[in-house]
Each structure stands twice: as structure tokens, then as C-alpha cells.
């Protein structure tokens, strides 16, 4: 009955005037970061005088998703599209845009069907998906560089305090610091397997988690080898509290980003992972200073030995090896 008198009221009007005119978009894209997405479809020579006058019928590759009848003021969605509503305030001004939850939204053609009285148009709009990256290509590089920089020349301290002071310190004490270096190596190599390059997901951000947060570790093996091996001065009290800060502003930098599908703070992030790699190299670099100096500052009743050591060091390194 209806189609038979819009046909006869098409009829009767004039051709040109019967038909709803769109604002056309052919594409619209969505990403891991919209939780709902909008596929727009605007009329923009509707002029209903009341909502009832307004039919309109959203369809999924020629099925329905949602209809929306203004003379009931009822909204129907189908099965897989629940999510899926229309706004009836906006509706009046010609707006018939669908808002869809992201996980019920599936990429392909889109038809968005309007009738306002005898008037009557459809439009086609295409869903697509594109793949967004958490954090950009260089920014994942350094996020994984810098840890993996930091550890490397923590086994570094490690190894000088091992061969150098190798008399000096219980072998416990040793054992504890290689066991906890090797703790943490494991624990960064997991994050960063797990904070493969990709879309933000709670997987990539534990990944993250794991990188960062055991950094902590990382402070106390540097500073029980700057003790074991200096002792207290003030360049290793400004050492470890160059890589506090670090610590901390790397703890923010994630403690932003974490939960950022979009994150705008990886600079902050980066730039305390940073300082935490430079307050390694510069303890290892002040270790191997000191380490030096006492070699040819010896004091005079050590003399006698000092030979002995020299022979026997290679010897030693072969042994640790
Ligand atoms: C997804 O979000 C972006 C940025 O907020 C927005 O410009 C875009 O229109 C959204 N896409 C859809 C399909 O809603
Ligand atoms: C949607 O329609 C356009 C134009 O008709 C076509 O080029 C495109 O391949 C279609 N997309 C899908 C996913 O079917």
C-alpha cells in the first residue's frame, strides 16, 4: 500500500523535487581508537515539520541494520548491530548519521535510506579499517634500544667488578647481583616480545609495563657496584640520582601512555629511559676510571703483589668465562 502511493505522489510531483538531495562521503575510516564509530549520511534538503514525517533504514550489504519509523518514534536494529542508533534530535535537521559500537563495526558498503514524506534518496557510504601503530616506528626502536643499552652495560659493571675486585668482596654477594642482572635481562627481553610493533592492545602495553617498571632493579645492581667498587663519593651519589630522576620521569611517561590508545607522551617516556641508559654508561665509565687509577696508584705494600695480580688476572678471566 505505502510503495503504491509513494509511487503515485512521486508521480504526481514534479521529477526533480521528489528527490532528498546527500552531503555524499564515499569513505569513512576507523581505527583501534574509535570506541564508537560514525558513518555520517546528512540530507541536505530535508525540511520535515515533524519528526513523524521521518523514515529512515541503515543496511549492511543489502541487509538491514537499523530502521528507525518517526510515525512510532520506534528504533529496530538487527541482530550483530545492537549497538547501532540513529539520533532523533538530529534527525530534524537532516542528519541520519549511524553510531555504532566498534566491535559490532565491520568494514564494507554502508546504505543510508531516507523517506520524508513522498521524498524519498539513498546513499552509499564504504567502512573502512586502518591499522594504526601504538607508538611510531622510531619511538618503538628507542622504547626497546634504551633498557636494552641500560642492561648491557650494567652486565659491563658487572664484569668489572667481578675481574677487578675480585678479592675485595664475598662471592655471595656476586652470585645475588648476576642472579638479579639475569632476572631482569629475562624480564626486559619478555616486555619487549611482547610490545611488538603494533595496534595498542593490553598485551603491548604490558610489554611496556615490563620494559619500564623493572628499571628499579636496575638502579640498586648499579648502585651495590658503584658501592662494592668505589664506595660512596659524590659522583656516585649524582650517578644514581641522575638515574632516580630518570626512573621517575620514565614511571610518568608510562603511567600516561599506558592507557593512551593515541599517546602523546612516548617523548617523556623516552627521555627518562634515556637518562637511566646515560647514568649507566656513566657509572661503567667512572668504574673503569677508578679501576685504572688504583692500578697505578698502588700503595707501596701492595707492591710486591701487583705482579702476581697481572699474571694471574688472565687466568681468572678465563676461569668467569
Ligand atoms: C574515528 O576517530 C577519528 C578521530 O577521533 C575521527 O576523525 C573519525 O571520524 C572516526 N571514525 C569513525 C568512522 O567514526
Ligand atoms: C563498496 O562499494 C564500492 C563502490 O561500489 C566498491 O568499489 C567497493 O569495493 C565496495 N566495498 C566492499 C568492501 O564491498
Redesign the pocket.
Known amino acids: 500500500m505505502w510503495p503504491l502511493l509513494a509511487a503515485l505522489l512521486l508521480g504526481s510531483a514534479c521529477c526533480g523535487s521528489a528527490q532528498l538531495i546527500f552531503n555524499t562521503t564515499k569513505s569513512i575510516e576507523y581505527t583501534i581508537c574509535n570506541e564508537t564509530v560514525v558513518i555520517p549520511c546528512i540530507v541536505t534538503n530535508l525540511e520535515p515539520k515533524d519528526i513523524v514525517e521521518i523514515y529512515v533504514k541503515w543496511k549492511y550489504k543489502g541487509k538491514p541494520v537499523l530502521s528507525f519509523d518517526g510515525s512510532n518514534q520506534k528504533t529496530l536494529t538487527s541482530s550483530g548491530f545492537r549497538s547501532a542508533k540513529i539520533s532523533q534530535s538530529d534527525l530534524l535537521t537532516g542528519i541520519a548519521s549511524l553510531t555504532l559500537d566498534r566491535r559490532e563495526a565491520v ?3 554502508y546504505s543510508c535510506e531516507v523517506t520524508e514524506l513522498a521524498r524519498e534518496g539513498e546513499t ?1 557510504i ?1 567502512l573502512k579499517y586502518r591499522v594504526v601503530s601504538w607508538f611510531s616506528p622510531n619511538e618503538n626502536i628507542v622504547i626497546v634500544i634504551f633498557p636494552i643499552l641500560a642492561i648491557l652495560l650494567s652486565w659491563g659493571q658487572f664484569g668489572i667488578v667481578t675481574l677487578k675486585y675480585k678479592s675485595s668482596h664475598p662471592r655471595e654477594k656476586t652470585i645475588l647481583l648476576f642472579v638479579a642482572g639475569l632476572a631482569l635481562t629475562i624480564i626486559v627481553v619478555v616486555g619487549a616480545i611482547l610490545f611488538v610493533p603494533g595496534e595498542y592492545s593490553t598485551k603491548n602495553a604490558s610489554g611496556l609495563g615490563l620494559i619500564v617498571i623493572p628499571a628499579v632493579i636496575l638502579i640498586l645492581l648499579q648502585y651495590c657496584v658503584l658501592m662494592l667498587a668505589i664506595g660512596i663519593t659524590s659522583f656516585t651519589i649524582a650517578i644514581l640520582i641522575l638515574q632516580m630522576l630518570g626512573y621517575v620521569l620514565a614511571l610518568v611517561g608510562l603511567s600516561l601512555c599506558v592507557s593512551e590508545c593515541t599517546p602523546v607522551h612516548g617523548p617523556l617516556l623516552i627521555t627518562g629511559l634515556g637518562i637511566i641508559a646515560l647514568a649507566e654508561l656513566l657509572g661503567l665509565v667512572y668504574m673503569k676510571f677508578v679501576a685504572s687509577n688504583q692500578k697505578t696508584i698502588q700503595p707501596p705494600r701492595k707492591a710486591v703483589e701487583e705482579p702476581l695480580n697481572a699474571f694471574k688476572e688472565p687466568k681468572g678471566m678465563m676461569n668467569e668465562e
Open positions: 568494514v564494507g558498503n552509499t564504504e
